[in-house]
């Protein structure tokens, strides 16, 4: 059983940055690959970002390419989310998901 706990969101201008951790307890967490999922008022819950478990392969929605990193720490058991030039449209609720373990999600409000 894995148990995942996010925090970092927050409140933020745009063009703020933020930075997301996914922290995991559960020794299975190391093998597999984890996700950044978010989820806006009245949106379904969609992928932004994942990695592998050793993370040297990573995927980007095409909404955030260039502007988030995804980021592992296997030491740590930790997962990050590093998020740049952010926009009003990012304002969600953001996951992280580890095999079929979902986190409670931290608030992330990008607004002047």
């Known amino acids: 059983q894995v148990q995942l706990v996010e925090s970092g969101g927050g409140l933020v201008q745009p063009g703020g940055s933020l930075k997301l951790s996914c922290a995991a307890s559960?020794?299975?967490?190391?093998?597999?690959?984890v996700g950044w999922y978010r989820q806006a008022p009245g949106k379904q819950r969609d992928l932004v970002a994942s990695?592998?478990?050793?993370?040297?392969?990573?995927n980007y929605a095409d909404s955030v390419k260039g502007r988030f990193t995804i980021s592992r720490d296997n030491a740590k058991n930790t997962v990050y989310l590093q998020m740049n030039s952010l926009k009003t449209e990012d304002t969600a609720v953001y996951y992280c998901?580890?095999?079929?373990?979902w986190g409670q999600g931290t608030q992330v409000t990008v607004s002047s």
């Open positions: 998901k580890c095999v079929q373990y």
């Open positions: 990695i592998s478990s050793g993370g040297s392969i990573t």
């Open positions: 559960g020794r299975i967490f190391n093998i597999y690959d």
